[in-house]
Nanobody, 121 residues
């Protein structure tokens, strides 16, 4: 069964950094766009950033511009989300998801279980 597994979440103080990883299991990430999303308690899930199969990034949340960076290492079958200067309101479960296309279009078809990021400030 193909799946996506996120890791790298944890406790962090405001202003700190974390790097989240999104690993593919039983399929190759190379040919798919991968998106990062987050859901804070009581809120709807929203898009953060996405990266196409060719490495072009799209930012969905204006608030993360200049602080978050999505990247991919196809040799490791992994996509990353580097988060710097984290803010208190960014405590959430972070999810990655695979699109069915090479570009960040449409609705993702495969979701991970999420990884919790908690601001401790």
């Amino acid at each position: 069964q193909l799946k996506i597994v996120e890791s790298g979440g944890g406790l962090v103080q405001s202003g700190g950094s974390l790097r989240l990883s999104c690993a593919a299991v039983r399929f190759t990430l190379d040919y798919y766009a991968i998106g990062w999303f987050r859901q804070a308690r009581g809120n709807e899930r929203g898009g953060v950033q996405c990266i196409s199969s060719e490495g072009e990034s799209t930012t969905y949340a204006d608030s993360v511009k200049g602080r978050f960076t999505v990247s991919r290492d196809n040799s490791k079958n992994t996509v990353y989300l580097q988060m710097n200067s984290l803010e208190p309101g960014e405590t959430a479960v972070y999810y990655c998801a695979r699109y069915s296309e090479v570009e960040c279009w449409g609705t993702p078809t495969t979701w991970g279980q999420g990884t919790q990021v908690t601001d401790t400030s």
